[in-house]
Structures are given as C-alpha cells and as structure tokens.
C-alpha cells in the first residue's frame, strides 16, 4: 500500500459525460502528479501540482482540468469526454517539488462508451 | 516518437535464466528512475541513479546509468516469477521537473 488513495477505482460513463477523479496524497507529501496510461500512448505525464500550485504541465487536453486544494487532495476533472479518453489514470504523490521517486495510487480506470 | 525508448517491448524468459531490459533517451539525462507495475496496478519505484556509471542492485535486480550514450540498463539476476510485470524507466529529460516515462516492457517468467 502506497499510502495515496485514488477514487473511483472503475467509471464507466458515456461521450459527451464529465467526470471527477479524485486522489488523496500520502500523508505529509506535498506533491500530485497525474499520470494517463492507455494502450497506445503508454503513461503520459499530465499534470503536477505542489502545494496547492501548478507546477509543471504535460500533454493534458484543454477538456481535462486538474486542481490541489489546501488539504492537498487533488481533482482531475474529464469533460465532454470522448472514447479515447478511455485509460487508467494514475495519481502520484512525493514530499518535495521534484524527485523521480514518486508513490502512484493503484488508478482509476475510466471506460467511456 | 518516444522521449524515452525502452528494449525490448516484451520478453518471456524461464524461471532462473538472466535478462537485461534498456532504456534509452533522446535528450540528456538528468537522473534515471526505474519502475515496476504490476498488471493494472500502481507503479512501485525500484532505484534511482543520478550520476553517470552510477550502478545500484536491490536483491536480484541491477541498473546501471551510462551518461555520455543517454542510456540506462536493468539486469534481473536468476529471475523468478515475482518479476513478472511491466518495468518503466523513468527521467526528467528537460531538467523540468517533469518526470516522463519509458514505453515500458512486459516480462513474463515462466516456471
């Protein structure tokens, strides 16, 4: 066990749909990283977030949307969702700005249909 | 194409044969992670190496770091079942502190 809880665990919904994915961090750590691992992009960097600010960004849609907020979980908001957005979206947390050691929740798999 | 190419994509071995996983960058390398995923799970960090000849092992498992070819290896020692999984190498090629990772490679160990 990690330590970083990501809900829900499975979504299925339908295009056009928005969903919330939430991730709470292990405790203590100030950094979230959001990651997207489908079949053929492999993981894909999104977005990170430290202290509540947005740090570094990555190929994330202008569709998708992601905020920390002061308890340091974070939300990563999907919208007018399309059936390529389909994947495993992971969360990551660490103590500080940046080290390559990060502790990834176990994904939420979202099916959109 | 790929910031950071893995070799080989897949692999099957015998349980207790030797294999080497590699990992290379089209940029400079500025520390180089390595990871395991299990099949639909979250990825659990192996090592890291930040310096070039760096060279760490944990149990049965080895990564070196070659700067100067922007290249990094993982070697697994008398591999065992446990191993199966997907390994990622991982790095911040842009000294941006976003860390991206490999296209992965799918081991299986069978008995």
């Known amino acids: 066990d990690s330590g970083v809880t990501q809900t829900p665990k499975h979504l299925i919904t339908a295009t056009g749909q928005r969903v919330t994915l939430r991730c709470s961090p292990r405790?203590?750590?100030?950094?979230v990283y959001w990651y997207q691992q489908s079949l053929d992009q492999g993981l894909q960097f999104l977005i990170q977030?430290?202290?509540?600010?947005?740090?570094a960004k990555g190929n994330i849609l202008e569709r998708f949307s992601a905020q920390q907020f002061p308890d340091l979980h974070s939300e990563l908001n999907l919208s007018s969702l399309e059936l390529g957005d389909s994947a495993l979206y992971f969360c990551?947390?660490?103590?500080?700005?940046?080290?390559?050691?990060?502790?990834f929740g176990e994904g939420s798999r979202l099916t959109v249909l | 194409s790929q910031e950071l190419e893995q070799s080989p994509q897949s692999l099957i071995v015998q349980e207790g044969k030797n294999l080497t996983i590699n990992c290379t960058s089209s940029?400079?390398?500025?520390?180089l992670y390595w990871y395991k995923q299990k099949y639909g799970e979250g990825l659990i960090f192996l090592m890291m190496?930040?310096?070039?000849?760096e060279e760490k092992s944990h149990e049965k498992i080895t990564a070196k770091l070659d700067e100067k070819k922007q290249q990094s290896s993982l070697h697994i020692t008398a591999s065992q079942p446990s191993h199966a999984g997907i390994y990622l190498c991982?790095?911040?090629?842009?000294?941006?502190?976003?860390?991206?990772f490999g296209t992965g490679t799918r081991l299986q160990v069978f008995p």
């Open positions: 990551a947390s660490s103590p500080r700005l940046f080290t390559g050691e990060l502790f």
């Open positions: 405790s203590g750590d100030l950094s």
């Open positions: 940029k400079t390398l500025y520390g």
């Open positions: 977030y430290y202290n509540g600010e947005e740090r």
């Open positions: 991982g790095a911040d090629i842009r000294n941006t502190d976003k860390l991206i």
């Open positions: 190496l930040q310096k070039g000849g």
